[in-house]
């Protein structure tokens, strides 16, 4: 079994009618945690992480994508780049 690099006892503190946990400061600095973090239920139990607010889900970027209309049409040119016309011989297979 996996040994953790650090474990914490953390006690759930009241807040209104829901319960918080109290981060230590030297672990918000050590994982950039600073408004906001995102909670993500694992096989192995919670994990919290940064929040990556500059990266696209595979949605966005097919969204992001279709909507550049890029021409591509260079791409399917040098798609091949000459390869289509080294095929082997069927003596060489």
């Known amino acids: 079994m996996e040994r953790p690099l650090s474990m914490r006892?953390?006690?759930?503190?009241?807040?209104?009618?829901?319960?918080g946990i109290c981060l230590p400061e030297a672990i918000l600095?050590?994982?950039?945690?600073v408004d906001s973090l995102v909670l993500e239920e694992t096989e192995r139990g919670l994990l919290l992480r940064k929040k990556d607010d500059d990266k696209f889900s595979w949605e966005e970027t097919y969204r992001a994508m279709a909507e550049e209309e890029e021409d591509w049409e260079d791409?399917?040119?040098?798609?091949?780049?000459?390869?289509?016309?080294?095929?082997?011989?069927?003596?060489e297979i």
């Open 9 to 19: 006892d953390i006690k759930l503190i009241p807040i209104g009618d829901s319960k």
């Open 29 to 33: 600095q050590k994982y950039g945690f």
């Open 75 to 91: 791409f399917d040119a040098t798609l091949l780049d000459g390869l289509e016309d080294d095929e082997p011989d069927s003596e």
